[in-house]
């Protein structure tokens, strides 16, 4: 039995692995400006997935686990394990403040639904709600968030407002088969 099980994980790994170097030889190819007016290039949940997880464990290792995407019609839910200290001094590098010290250290489920908008070579992402523990953050007060947690903490993250889309990028549609980045014609 533990023959099979270290195969059906060696499995899963690899094909993590390939997904995520999938993903990331189709963003080198937008990036370096090779497709064609017009090209659709599809990114799968898995590749996007394999990508993020990649991203997380090099970016902070110690902050995110269980990462994924839900993709829906112009929408997407991501989910995973973050430890909000571990994040701010991965992304940082300052001392942590008494509320992240006291109130958010420890690993927490977080869920987080967005709407992407996109025309014309500019996108938007409007985040409609967040989870932390099974607690809702909605209105008013996930703007303070946005504002005082997400902003300084990634201050390049565009939120709730249009922002252009580089490398001669078109469109990007979000929908349950993947992320489709068209480039301008």
């Given amino acids: 039995m533990r023959v ?3 195969l059906v994980l060696a499995a899963v790994m690899s094909a993590a692995v390939y997904d995520s170097q999938s993903a990331r030889r189709k963003l080198e190819f937008i990036e370096r400006g090779h497709p064609a007016a017009g090209t659709r290039v599809l990114f799968t949940p898995p590749e996007i997935n394999g990508w993020l997880a990649d991203e997380a464990r090099a970016r902070a290792p110690r ?3 269980n990462l994924r995407l839900e993709l829906g019609s112009g929408r997407a839910t991501g989910y995973g394990e973050i430890d909000f200290l571990q994040l701010h001094q991965a992304t940082t590098g300052a001392a942590p403040n008494w509320l992240l010290k006291n109130l958010l250290a420890g690993e927490r489920p977080v869920r987080v639904s967005a709407i ?4 014309n070579g ?5 985040v409609e709600r967040v989870e932390i523990s099974g607690v809702a953050i909605e209105g008013p007060a996930l703007d303070f968030l946005i504002e005082n947690f997400v902003r300084p903490m990634f201050p390049y ?3 709730a407002e249009w922002f252009p889309l580089q490398y001669g990028v078109d ?6 088969a993947g992320v489709a980045v068209v480039m301008k014609r």
């Avoid at 992407?116 to 025309?119: A, L, T, V």
């Avoid at 500019?122 to 409007?126: A, L, N, P």
């Avoid at 469109?171 to 349950?176: E, F, G, L, N, W």
């Fill in 4 to 6: 099979i099980a270290s």
């Fill in 63 to 65: 902050a995110a686990r």
């Fill in 116 to 119: 992407f908008h996109s025309e």
């Fill in 122 to 126: 500019r996108g938007r992402v409007d």
């Fill in 157 to 159: 993250a565009m939120v």
């Fill in 171 to 176: 469109h990007v549609t979000v929908s349950p």
